[in-house]
């Protein structure tokens, strides 16, 4: 629609927006999806938007985002479930133990935990590994956050910024960045920025912070029967099989662009179809249900499995389907394009306002997710005004997810977790997890940049 005020007007209506949306979710202690929906509508009102109009605009937002995102992080979350209750996870973490040896072990939890953390969210990963970082902990002695961080960092870093993880395919939903291409690099990136900004920074710091191990936290890890566990091959082929497809579509897709390869063919329009996202993950899905949980549970239990893996999403996906109604209202009513023309104005490139942005709602309000979401829909008309190209949207999304890691701080849900389950105090929590998901989030930025130089 054509904007009814002035860039003026519209910015001060976002401000009041997003001012508004902070005071509910952390004065008010609104659920998130609720607060996003109400300040979408009001904002939309604010904005001049035809009453009439107002829930047409805010569905259909809603809509576009949920048709990523939801297919996405369904199938992502039941991969994940059929890997951890057939003790996928621990074949992971005593496979690579075995072979990278005591010293390594840090090392080795934090590379299963990158491996796992591919389908599965940050807290379910992190529950499931809290009995095998506390069992390793108790064999080779010192503190628990040797063996803690590198594992929990990765599952942050797998989090932020890879697919099917919902913040990213958010985040790259809004601004236009393809989902495929955002997965492979993102795989890459996440574990560069993990080696740098976790795993270093433990060894050489925050590991040397003795936290002893906590006996008294419930785990809620299921231990299975080693003659019942998968192979590690089996595994890591799950794992792996879907960014190989991607990745068989991102190349085909290149080379047909270039011309390299004719338009026209079978075989190239097959391997295109089966490397789509959402493709990908049914087929690895499909791998995991009839060749790792059919060999010892019932077509019944397998149905029960997937079933109870979508219960604990659905709050993140409304959340996530709510900023991108917020990001499509801000589209709407022309105030993205007057944040777009200020940013302009002050100078700065557009990949450092998505870092800066992220930051500023990520220490304000604790939610990666809502940092995400919202930072994404705020910037969207800057991005299609700079027309970037696909990897240098790709960054985008990488500084974007960069902002919304660091400081986390005591209004992050996150920050409780990791402090509870190790039995840590504040003090001690805002040391050692503040300071490595800060780190975590630079490296992830200084990653964007170069990305974004290259594209």
């Known amino acids: 629609m054509t904007p009814v005020y002035g860039s003026g007007t519209l910015l001060l209506i976002a401000a009041l927006a997003v001012a508004v949306l902070l005071v509910l979710i952390i004065v008010l202690r609104m659920h998130a999806f609720v607060a996003l929906v109400l300040v979408s509508m009001g904002t939309a009102v604010a904005a001049g938007v035809p009453l009439a109009d107002v829930p047409s605009v805010a569905i259909a937002a809603f809509g576009s985002t949920l048709g990523a995102v939801a297919l996405l992080v369904g199938l992502g979350v039941m991969i994940g479930r059929l890997l951890e209750v057939t003790g996928g996870a621990q074949v992971l973490a005593d496979t690579l133990i075995s072979r990278f040896g005591e010293k390594r072990a840090p090392l080795a939890l934090g590379i299963a935990a990158l491996l796992f953390g591919l389908p599965i969210f940050f807290d379910a990963g992190l529950v499931v590994f809290l009995p095998i970082i506390f069992s390793v902990a108790k064999r080779f002695g010192g503190s628990v956050l040797m063996y803690a961080l590198p594992a929990a960092g990765a599952f942050a870093a797998m989090h932020a910024i890879v697919p099917p993880h919902p913040g990213p395919v958010t985040a790259a939903t809004e601004i236009g960045a393809s989902i495929g291409l955002t997965l492979l690099v993102g795989v890459v990136a996440a574990v560069v920025a993990w080696a740098v900004g976790v795993y270093a920074v433990t060894i050489g710091w925050l590991g040397k912070v003795h936290v002893p191990v906590n006996d008294s936290v419930l785990t809620g890890g299921r231990e299975v029967d080693e003659g019942a566990r998968p192979g590690f091959a089996h595994v890591l082929g799950i794992l792996l099989l879907p960014v190989l497809l991607i990745a068989g579509n991102t190349i085909l897709t290149t080379l047909r662009t270039n011309e390299t390869i004719s338009a026209d063919g079978g075989v190239a329009d097959f391997f295109i179809f089966i490397g789509q996202t959402p493709v990908a993950l049914l087929?690895?899905?499909?791998?995991?249900?009839?060749?790792?949980?059919?060999?010892?549970?019932?077509?019944?239990?397998?149905?029960?499995?997937?079933?109870?893996?979508?219960?604990?999403?659905?709050?993140?996906?409304?959340?996530?389907?709510?900023?991108?109604?917020?990001?499509?209202?801000?589209?709407?009513?022309?105030?993205?394009?007057?944040?777009?023309?200020?940013?302009?104005?002050?100078?700065?490139?557009?990949?450092?306002?998505?870092?800066?942005?992220a930051t500023i709602l990520r220490v304000a309000q604790g939610s990666a997710t809502v940092a995400l979401t919202t930072t994404a829909g705020l910037l969207s008309a800057a991005v299609a005004e700079a027309d970037p190209s696909s990897l240098q949207l790709v960054a985008l999304v990488l500084a974007i997810a960069a902002g919304a890691t660091v400081l986390s701080h005591v209004n992050d849900s996150g920050f409780w977790l990791v402090g509870r389950f190790f039995g840590m105090d504040v003090k001690t929590t805002l040391k050692t997890w503040t300071v490595m998901e800060t780190t975590l989030g630079l490296a992830i930025f200084v990653i964007a940049l170069g990305v974004w130089a290259v594209g």
């Open 283 to 357: 087929i690895a899905l499909l791998v995991a249900t009839y060749t790792l949980a059919i060999r010892h549970h019932s077509r019944a239990e397998i149905e029960g499995l997937l079933n109870d893996a979508l219960g604990p999403i659905c709050a993140i996906i409304l959340i996530t389907g709510a900023g991108g109604m917020f990001g499509g209202v801000l589209r709407y009513s022309g105030i993205g394009e007057a944040l777009s023309d200020s940013l302009a104005d002050l100078g700065l490139p557009l990949i450092v306002s998505a870092f800066v942005i």
